[in-house]
T-cell receptor, first 115, second 112 residues
Framework: AQTVTQSQPEMSVQEAETVTLSCTYD???????LFWYKQPPSRQMILVIR??????QNATENRFSVNFQKAAKSFSLKISDSQLGDAAMYFC????????????FGKGTRLSVIA | GAGVSQTPSNKVTEKGKYVELRCDPI?????LYWYRQSLGQGPEFLIY????????DSGLPNDRFFAVRPEGSVSTLKIQRTERGDSAVYLC??????????FGSGTQLSVL
């Protein structure tokens, strides 16, 4: 079974600084997707960034980027120029490639941004 | 609507009662998912539908939980004989196919 591990229950960062959230996963599959979702107090899960495992290039979305290490099964999220609105729970998730298989989530990291 | 809608937003019930939670997916999305998120945890998969049929219900914890999607659009998650341990946020998501899931804001279920 696939598992996703987030070893940092809480993180904090100063406004305008950079923070990295860690994620590791376990799978025997070679083709899959990895995701980072943000969950603010409104409870709605918002997709931050997505990575296809077959792509060697790390995904980037504005201030958000990932460091995808396939051999190490590591998928960290870097947030640059942190803003107060970035404060939320962040979840790493995995999904087998193909079809509509469900996402498997980690337990999350609570990010606080200090003004 | 523009997004996934879940009703009610909050539901308080007594132990032993029956509850129904509703999910309206984005129009045209064929896949629909239910997740349960306990306090301080990540979402745990319950069941997903492809069209009207349940493609995978392996996450349902026991036979008190049941979900339907009779016309391939709206889905209802039904919980019989609720227990205090069922208290959680129930999230629904839909997807047009391969790729991202779009989530609703969830239903907070509290069993007293």
């Amino acid at each position: 079974a696939q598992t996703v591990t987030q070893s940092q229950p809480e993180m904090s960062v100063q406004e305008a600084e950079t923070v990295t959230l860690s994620c590791t996963y376990d799978t025997s599959e070679s083709d899959y997707y990895l995701f980072w979702y943000k969950q603010p107090p409104s409870r709605q899960m918002i997709l931050v960034i997505r990575q296809e495992a077959y792509k060697q290039q790390n995904a980037t979305e504005n201030r958000f980027s990932v460091n995808f290490q396939k051999a190490a099964k590591s998928f960290s999220l870097k947030i640059s120029d942190s803003q107060l609105g970035d404060a939320a729970m962040y979840f790493c998730a995995y999904r087998i490639y193909g079809g509509n298989t469900p996402l498997v989530f980690g337990k999350g990291t609570r990010l606080s941004v200090i003004a | 609507g523009a997004g996934v809608s879940q009703t009610p937003s909050n539901k308080v019930t007594e132990k032993g009662k029956y509850v129904e939670l509703r999910c309206d997916p984005i129009s045209g999305h064929t896949a629909l998912y239910w997740y349960r998120q306990s306090l301080g945890q990540g979402p745990e998969f319950l069941i997903y539908f492809q069209g009207t049929g349940a493609a995978d219900d392996s996450g349902l914890p026991n036979d008190r939980f049941f979900a339907v999607r009779p016309e391939g659009s709206v889905s209802t998650l039904k919980i019989q004989r609720t227990e205090r341990g069922d208290s959680a946020v129930y999230l629904c998501a839909s997807s047009p196919g391969i790729g991202k899931l779009f989530f609703g804001s969830g239903t907070q279920l509290s069993v007293l």
